[in-house]
């Protein structure tokens, strides 16, 4: 199983990234996604997450109205739409692959990793 992010960057703030996340080697539609962030010195911290077919999002409070993830089964994708971004965003960004068809906040309910993508948010 792999998972390939891309689409850090360097930003200013108040501007948009759209991360993605290609999945193979597994049925990506069979499986809820999730994004994570860590910054230097943090924990990893949850983002977002999608059910199996979309129709379910959570969000981390920080990022409530501000990001957006979607997902494309036929191109066993997810992505990250981060609009308004602020200096407290940037982080090395991950996405994950759940256990389940179920969207969660746990890390420990996520089972493989993609490498991280960075994304630098200046003032």
């Known amino acids: 199983v792999q998972l390939q992010a891309s689409g850090g960057g360097l930003v200013q703030a108040g501007g948009s990234l759209r991360l993605s996340c290609v999945l193979s080697?597994?049925?990506?539609?069979?499986?809820?996604m999730g994004w994570f962030r860590q910054a230097p010195g943090t924990e990893r911290q949850f983002v977002a997450a999608?059910?199996?077919?979309?129709?379910?999002?959570l969000y981390a409070d920080l990022v409530k109205g501000r990001f957006t993830i979607s997902r494309d089964n036929a191109k066993n994708t997810v992505y990250l739409q981060m609009n308004s971004l602020e200096p407290e965003d940037t982080a090395v960004y991950y996405c994950?692959?759940?256990?389940?068809?179920?969207?969660?906040?746990?890390?420990?309910?996520?089972?493989?990793w993609g490498q991280g993508t960075l994304v630098t948010v200046s003032s």
């Open positions: 080697g597994r049925t990506f539609s069979n499986y809820a």
């Open positions: 994950a692959k759940s256990r389940t068809i179920r969207t969660a906040r746990d890390l420990g309910l996520y089972d493989y």
């Open positions: 999608i059910s199996w077919g979309g129709a379910n999002t």
